[in-house]
Every structure is written in C-alpha cells, then in structure tokens.
C-alpha cells in the first residue's frame, strides 16, 4: 500500500490543525492505520492508531485527549484531528499502515513496513 500525508503546517499553541493521510490498494478496510511522529533529535514515537472497521483506537500518552483518529473507508484516507496543539507537538507526523494494530507502538513500528512520507506540523508558543 502507498500511503500520502498531507495537512501539516504552522499552528499557534491551543489551536487545531487536521492531518490525512490517503491510500492506495485494495486492502484498506483490512488494514489498520496510525500515526507516528518524530522531532529533531528524539525517537520516533507513537501517536495513534485506528483499526481497518474504525472501531478500535489506541494513543500515545502525549496526546490523549487532545487528539482524535478517524477513517472514511469509502475514501482510502485516515485522519487525525489534533486539538490544543502544543509547542511540544512539533515534528513531523509520518502515516504507516499494517495488519497487526499491535505493531503500533514505540518498540513495534521497526515491524511496518509501510510509511507515508511525513508532514511537518510546526507549533509556536
């Protein structure tokens, strides 16, 4: 599957930017889908992730609450909203896809082998 991401941009901190993320193939309703972000020099780290039916989500500590994933299955696309963004929140934001949602985690995002090319998402204080 190819996967593209899009929606990145400058944000103030408190404000709300949305990401998506489009995806070729014919397999995307059995696929899940997330979102790993990574900042200049620290680890990549887990974000979120949505299940192929949108009934199962998962977050990274960081940003529950605040962010939300979605999927419109008829669209090949996932989303994800992100509210009260915060300066911390700065990185670029890659979409992966896979069909274990286990594989969605700090330690298992070595194992997908699907990533879109990443957007930057800039927060100001």
């Known amino acids: 599957v190819q996967l593209q991401a899009s929606g990145g941009g400058l944000a103030q901190a408190g404000d709300s930017l949305r990401l998506s993320c489009s995806a070729s193939g014919d397999t995307f309703n059995e696929l899940a889908l997330g979102w790993f972000r990574q900042a200049p020099g620290k680890e990549r780290e887990f974000v979120a992730v949505i299940s192929g039916s949108g009934s199962t989500t998962f977050y990274g500590d960081s940003v529950k609450g605040r962010f939300t994933a979605s999927r419109d299955n008829a669209k090949n696309t996932i989303y994800l909203q992100m509210n009260s963004l915060k300066p911390e929140d700065t990185a670029v934001y890659y979409c992966?896809?896979?069909?274990?949602?286990?594989?969605?985690?700090?330690?298992?995002?070595?194992?997908?082998?699907?990533w879109g090319q990443g957007t930057l998402v800039t927060v100001s204080s």
């Open positions: 992966a896809a896979n069909q274990h949602i286990a594989y969605f985690s700090d330690y298992g995002a070595k194992l997908i082998g699907s």
